[in-house]
């Protein structure tokens, strides 16, 4: 572009901001601020600050906000907004409050903004205070503090918060459902996902990806994979998060065959996976005890597609050893990872090596656990079990005495609440 002006940079800047390029944005925002004769307005101001609340740069945020009053920008309520979110998301809180309690008008964008803050760094219960505060209750603002719910798995507050939504009169809207539908898929609650879903139709939400989306999770997670595939086969617009949904689907109920179809369906669409969607394929041929299948998927994830991959993946390929027998492979496995294996991967060889009756191993591996989870009485119990089994009486004592020294108890069998009752 040879000749510049305010709207052409504001329109770059902009453009940066809202497609997820913050660190280009801020880098397109310092420029403007040396070139000579620009000088940046109150919408270049809002489109750095929402790239630095995203990033959680602070410090060029603050910069921000000393040149807009500096420069005696006028600071308008979407300007003032933008400080409000801006600082929320960095955890200045304290300022964020104050800014927003010196607002006379504040509007929807101001309480999503201070109650997204609070949601996102836990204080829920802060957030909701501020909601109750408010006599104007926007949709966006019931969104905000049910979407903050949500990320804070109060799944039953979720639903809650929704039923008294719908008491005021309002309507959800597709934010909304994508926000509920996790909680209900938490509860396994088929029925209100089947509802959820009805609305969603009648009020042509259907084909929002996000709602989509969640309702194959939850049918998903619900045993309903028939139900899942139509919701996606009616979907038009197949991006990854959809079809990785599907994927998971089908992958969480055990069907590694269909998975994998999909997945090859999938590539040859010209999608790339991510490392979510390796999860999920991985995860199938584990739980079939798929090793070839889950060795050329997993190498495939760095060579072909550039992805290195996480603790979940190493994890799924750890569990498709031991479930084909091949514990002495997830050995080596697992002991020559290049990232620090977690417990949970120590989990998946203590369960292989006590299903085999291989005592060695489940030393081997509790010699790591009882480091690791020192007071996870169920680690050794699995080893002291293992002993006794083999007749070392002995040594099963020990493992009970070390129990007694660091004062673990048994835990005693127990079911977890059924949550089922929770309906719409």
């Known amino acids: 572009m040879t000749q510049r002006d305010v709207v052409s940079w504001n329109s770059m800047i902009a453009g940066y901001s809202q497609a997820g390029f913050y660190e280009q944005c801020k880098g397109l925002y310092r420029d403007m601020l040396e070139s000579s004769g620009f000088m940046p307005n109150a919408v270049t101001i809002v489109s750095v600050l929402q790239a630095c609340g995203q990033s959680a740069d602070l410090v060029l945020g603050m910069e921000v906000h000393r040149f807009a009053i500096d420069n005696r920008i006028e600071l308008d309520t979407e300007v003032r907004n933008a400080f409000i979110g801006m600082y929320a998301k960095c955890g200045s809180l304290e300022y964020a409050r104050e800014l927003f309690e010196d607002m006379s008008d504040r509007d929807n964008v101001t309480y999503g903004s201070i109650i997204s803050g609070y949601m996102l760094h836990g204080l829920v219960n802060e957030a909701v205070d501020i909601f109750r505060s408010t006599k104007s209750h926007w949709i966006s603002a019931w969104n905000a503090v049910i979407s903050g719910l949500a990320q804070n798995n109060r799944h039953e507050q979720v639903i809650e918060l929704f039923r008294e939504m719908l008491a005021s009169g309002l309507s959800p809207n597709p934010v909304t459902l994508s926000s509920l ?114 060795w050329e998927i997993f190498n495939a994830m760095s060579t072909n597609y550039g992805i290195q991959p996480f603790v979940e993946h190493y994890s799924c390929v750890a569990t498709a050893l031991c479930r084909a027998g091949r514990l002495s492979e997830a050995k080596e496995f697992v002991s020559n990872m290049p990232i620090t294996p977690s417990a949970k991967i120590w989990g998946v060889l203590l369960h292989g090596a006590s299903e085999a009756g291989d005592v060695e191993l489940a030393k081997f591996v509790c010699d790591r656990l009882f480091v690791i989870e020192p007071e996870n009485t169920g680690n050794y119990m699995i080893m002291a079990n293992l002993y006794a089994q083999a007749g070392r009486w002995k040594e099963a004592d020990e493992v009970r005495d070390r129990m007694n020294d660091i004062g673990l108890k048994k835990i005693s069998g127990r079911s977890w609440i059924d949550d089922s009752r929770v309906t719409m």
């Open 181 to 294: 539908l996790p909680a209900l898929s938490h509860y396994s609650n088929l029925k209100a996902g089947k509802e959820v879903h009805g609305h969603a139709v009648r009020n042509l939400y259907d084909q929002n990806v996000y709602v989509a989306t969640a309702i194959i999770d939850i049918y998903g997670k619900s045993g309903f994979v028939t139900g899942a595939q139509v919701v996606f086969e009616q979907s038009k617009e197949r991006s990854l998060i959809l079809w990785t949904s599907i994927i998971s689907a089908y992958s969480s109920n055990g069907d590694a065959s269909s998975t994998l179809v999909l997945f090859h369906k999938m590539l040859n669409k010209g999608i790339q996976p991510d490392g979510v969607t390796f999860t999920a394929v991985l995860s199938a041929c584990a739980h079939c005890g798929m090793v070839d299948k889950s």
